[in-house]
């Protein structure tokens, strides 16, 4: 079995920075971890940024220019630098993976808070 931590969320004042880590443990022979998704309150869960199968990368349209994903595959862990953070990135913040980098995609982390609010 696969677990996937996700850290470093926080409360950050509007404009500042945070960096979340997503750690895989267990069995993580060939585990691909693959994206990063936010659900904020009363919405749904929505994706903010992941690795495409050749190891490009895409994000959603609201984060573009401020935020970076990226991975440490030797250690199956990933990483999302958040900069210029707004209060609209106010969410629970999950790492996702499976156990092979064609999918599915189907492991979730239990979340980590990001808030941001002066």
């Known amino acids: 079995q696969v677990q996937l931590v996700e850290s470093g969320g926080g409360l950050v004042q509007p404009g500042g920075s945070l960096r979340l880590s997503c750690a895989a443990s267990g069995s993580i022979l060939s585990f691909y971890v693959k994206a990063w998704y936010r659900q904020a309150p009363g919405k749904q869960r929505e994706l903010v940024a992941r690795f495409n199968r050749d190891d490009s990368t895409n994000y959603a349209d609201s984060v573009k220019g401020r935020f970076t994903i990226s991975r440490d595959n030797a250690k199956s862990t990933m990483f999302l630098q958040m900069n210029r953070l707004k209060a609209e990135d106010t969410a629970v913040y999950y790492c996702?993976?499976?156990?092979?980098?064609?999918?599915?995609?189907?492991?979730w982390g239990q979340g980590t808070q990001v808030t941001v609010s002066s």
């Open positions: 996702n993976g499976g156990r092979s980098r064609f999918g599915p995609f189907d492991y």
